[in-house]
């Protein structure tokens, strides 16, 4: 590939051409620097491509996350005494969005660089990698070589396990807060009140009771009783209407303060089972036993309650792998199951949509029926197209049907919800961009409430 420096140097022999018409005593002149320049630009490109001596590799995480910004790096390290001037690109997925895949290096002779962009993966599943390319400035700076290395690599796209990592770092640092999230409190510092004791130097200032204080004339501390282990029951719903997509690619959603904008379209189930792994990780981390639910017109997944990392784990494993099906939600199939594998009483938290009357009577039938052996939170998700087209101003007659239809779905919706909530079913209505937070703080105020 020619640079603009070198087309301006095949000007030169095509100026002397065009006075040769006049001047025929340049015709050879002519020639002689039409094949001087070529020449000069092949000896340049050849030599520049052949001292050009470099490795290349790419390192990017096993496990990358849906819905988040994943690091990538290129690792470039040069073999020759030259000074290289290039350009890299990497072929990451088709369906990732990466608007930074062009990064231009200056090695000096030796040099090891690293460049990193970042990409972000739509949806769950097996994705490949493909080659690195590179393209290099020649020493003269007329021509481009070019040179691709074989980095094809496959990687898996997991549910958000960077938010994971993010939540752990806000807890080390005690910024929960500023992204959205309750306070963390202490695994074996209950709040259930047990006895009191006399005051001892080592106590808390804020467990000093000062009612007794003053009755007994003495300082008096009480005494809470270690938070006991509750279980908590994961519901999914992957029928079909957790299959539409949210957001719109290369817009970033309206999300609240401190949190991270999603700039990629998502499913619905993605939301949700990126809210289900947060859950599972911040229950375990206070010491509850957790269990996963899967459903759609058939149980898809289930894992029994248990405590721990290797238990967060397997949820993980099979969160990976649920995908939404094109089918009604089998609601009494998936309440008959927990009921009869899981007698515990638990928290039991379904995420799913409804719009329809007849999808909420049989989901309200089957939320119900969790009482009194259970406690149902009902995670609902909204669509945020639907709450665009009622909130629109109609241009035309079409606008105006299309505002009329999604005015009457919101409120079929609102109506479900409140019978729902009238029978007893505790509710989260949450935009899904706000579902992690909004679901990790509802979980957390029922175990400080100890609602369960």
Known sequence: MITFLGLILLLLPAAIMALAVTQSDLSPWASYSAAGVLLLMAADH????????????????????????????????????????????????????????????????????????????????????????????????????????????????????????????????????????????????????????????????????????????????????????????IMIDTGRMMAGTVGLPGEPAAVPQGLTPTATAMSKLDYAINAALMLAYVATERDDRVGLLAFADSVQQFIPPGRGKAQVGRITDALYGLQARLHEPDYGLAFSTLFSRSRKRSLVICFTDLIDKDASARLLSGMASLFPRHLPLLVAIRDPDLQAAAGQDPAGPFEAYEKAVAIAAIGDRREALSVITHRGVLVLDTAPQALTVATVNRYLEIKDRHAL
Request: glycine content about 6%; cysteine-free.
């Open 46 to 233: 050849l030599l520049s491509r052949r001292v050009a001596v470099f490795t290349a590799s790419r390192r990017a995480a096993d496990k990358l996350s849906v819905g988040a910004e994943n690091r990538v790096s290129i690792t470039v390290r040069s073999r020759t005494r030259f000074v290289l001037r290039m350009f890299v690109k990497d072929d990451p997925p088709a369906r990732f969005r990466t608007p930074q895949r062009l990064q231009h290096l200056v090695l000096l002779p030796f040099e090891t660089q690293q460049v990193t962009y970042r990409t972000m993966p739509p949806a769950r599943g097996d994705y490949s990698f493909g080659n690195l390319h590179f393209r290099g400035l020649s020493f003269l700076g007329l021509t481009y070589w070019q040179r691709t290395i074989a980095a094809g690599r496959e990687v898996a796209v997991y549910p958000n396990l960077a938010e994971v990592a993010r939540y752990e770092a806000l807890v080390r640092s005690g910024r929960l807060t500023q992204a959205g999230y309750h306070p963390y409190r202490r695994r074996g510092m209950g709040t259930e009140f047990e006895s009191l004791r006399d005051y001892v130097p080592d106590d808390e200032f804020r467990h000093i009771d000062w009612k007794a204080t003053a009755r007994r004339h003495k300082p008096t501390t009480r005494q809470y009783e270690t938070e006991r282990s509750q279980s908590l029951m």
